[in-house]
Nanobody
Framework: VQLQASGGGLVQAGGSLRLSCAAS????????MGWYRQVPGKERELVAT???????IYLESAKGRFTISRDNAKNTVYLQMNSLKPEDTAVYYC??????????WGQGTQVTVSS
């Protein structure tokens, strides 16, 4: 399965962006889909995950501002990001698990939040 992330861009603090992750094949059997982000010089951090049953988990700093969702019919996962802060600036990656491991990765999409 190939993943294609899109939707990044430049936004002012307080603004919103919606990231999309389109899969080349069905994501129905991918147990967990998620979004990571990475800032140069720092480790990649997990922002949000969603299971096939639509259970979600969020990075503490993303709670109440970000919403992850998946549309299995469209083979797409979304990350709605509201009330963006400069510290949300990063390259965002979508990913999926296979046998409990993060095995599928999309290319990153840059999100830049200006103050």
């Amino acid at each position: 399965v190939q993943l294609q992330a899109s939707g990044g861009g430049l936004v002012q603090a307080g603004g919103s962006l919606r990231l999309s992750c389109a899969a080349s094949d069905s994501i129905f059997n991918i147990d967990v889909m998620g979004w990571y982000r990475q800032v140069p010089g720092k480790e990649r951090e997990l922002v949000a995950t969603i299971t096939t049953g639509s259970s979600t988990i969020y990075l503490e700093s993303a709670k109440g501002r970000f919403t992850i969702s998946r549309d299995n019919a469209k083979n797409t996962v979304y990350l709605q990001m509201n009330s963006l802060k400069p510290e949300d600036t990063a390259v965002y990656y979508c990913a999926g698990t296979r046998r409990g491991r993060w095995s599928y990765w999309g290319q990153g999409t840059q999100v830049t939040v200006s103050s």
